[in-house]
């Protein structure tokens, strides 16, 4: 530990690591031309990379979030059909593909994971997007939804829920979620077929 004289104190060091007392806690870690790891309970949560920055976990902005140049997302493929798959988890994702053709109606059952309910993940106030796009067929629709199994009022847009699955392409749903009390939310739902 050295002070450079101007006020700095300065910390010289190869690997430098911070842990609790005990010594068995790992709360921050540095290595010479790598990462700087903070740590939450020994779990690693925020490290630096060559690019930026990499976050475990969920991030929480309170003051507004501003992105300068790319902003991407996963999304989650399913190798089968959502009739087969109704639960779309959304620890996986906010976008979920079926890429086996559509046989029959479903109900897909919105929730965070099936150890955690979405209604425990939102505050109230918070609103999110959900997408699911199947490989249509006419006999495959989705007219109702579900979150943390519980039956909702859809809103459609265009007055009415979908009746039939498009002939061909991708059908897309998406459910404009508002959690506007405790296990409350208003679900406005969109239907469009895009064909080949």
């Known amino acids: 530990i050295k002070d450079a004289g101007t006020g700095e104190l300065r910390i010289l060091s190869d ?28 779990a690693a ?6 690019d930026g920055v990499s976050i475990t976990g969920i991030a929480t902005v309170t003051q507004g979030l501003n992105t300068d140049g790319l902003l ?7 190798a089968g059909k959502l009739s087969d798959n109704t639960n779309i988890d959304l620890e996986d994702g906010m976008v979920h593909y079926f890429s086996t053709q559509e046989t029959t109606t ?4 919105i929730r965070y994971s099936s150890s955690k309910s979405l209604n425990n993940m939102l505050s109230i106030g918070d ?36 009746s039939e699955g498009g002939s061909d392409g991708l059908d897309i ?17 969109n239907y469009v077929n895009a064909s080949n």
């Open 127 to 162: 609103a999110i997007t959900v997408t699911i796009i199947t490989t249509a067929a006419a006999a495959g629709y989705s007219a109702n939804m579900t979150i943390d199994s519980g039956a909702q009022t859809e809103e459609w847009v265009g007055g009415s829920a979908p």
């Open 173 to 189: 749903l998406t459910f404009n979620i508002l959690k506007t009390a405790d296990a409350t939310f208003k679900v406005i739902g």
């Open 72 to 78: 991407s997302e996963k999304f989650n493929t399913t």
């Open 45 to 50: 949560k925020i490290a630096t990379t060559n």
């Open 106 to 109: 479903s109900t897909p059952n």
């Open 15 to 42: 690997v430098f690591t911070v842990k609790n007392a005990a010594d068995n806690e790992t709360m921050i870690l540095g290595g010479q031309n790598g990462a700087v790891t903070l740590y939450h309970n020994n």
